[in-house]
């Protein structure tokens, strides 16, 4: 079945198209292919639910990738399944709450690599020789260590914020900036200083 007229004008419109090819590159910036992306802003910016063969055709790719796509969407929470009532012809939404959908992203795939990049630094200053002569190495690797902790909380952060009420996002979002007063007396260099 064909997507209706007006949806497809939609879909055409060319700030639409900029947007679902902006979303494609953003989701490619994260390990997915650009297509997975552009199927994903698809749905977010349809006014109703589209079948895969809406995809298909709004999009130009085959009814294999519109599948292996949406079911990876799915794998992630990005998207969900319904049906329209008297049919039994699946539906697909995106997940309306992008934070979540880039919290799964964070928590599910480059969180991964950062912990198995920390597993391996620990094991390199266990197994690392000590001494004057390689104490620079183990202060790097330690820096490596530290920032592999920082994103996990900052990853930790996104998901908690994910999962409260949409309502209080701009609260946190507020809050949060507000601790750039504070964060120059942590040390290191202020962040508008040049020198």
Known sequence: MNPSSDLQAWHDHPAV???????????????????????????????????????????????????????????????????????????????????????TILTRRDLDAVLALREVVVQARAALPQGNTKAWCHERLALVEDVTRLYEVMAGLVVRVSSGPEAAMGSIIRALRNTRSWLPSLGGPHPHHHG
Do not use: C, H, M
């Not at 902006?22 to 994903?40: D, H, T």
């Not at 079911?71 to 319904?82: C, K, N, Q, Y």
């Open 17 to 103: 198209k900029r947007l679902v090819d902006q979303f494609g590159l953003f989701f490619q910036a994260f390990g997915f292919k650009r297509n997975i992306g552009r199927v994903w802003a698809t749905l977010y910016l349809s006014p109703r639910a589209l079948d895969q063969a809406d995809l298909s055709e709004i999009l130009g790719l085959s009814a294999g990738f519109i599948s292996t796509g949406l079911r990876e969407l799915e794998g992630i929470g990005a998207v969900r399944v319904t049906t329209s009532p008297g049919s039994r012809r699946a539906l697909y939404e995106a997940e309306r709450r992008l934070l979540r959908t880039v919290a």
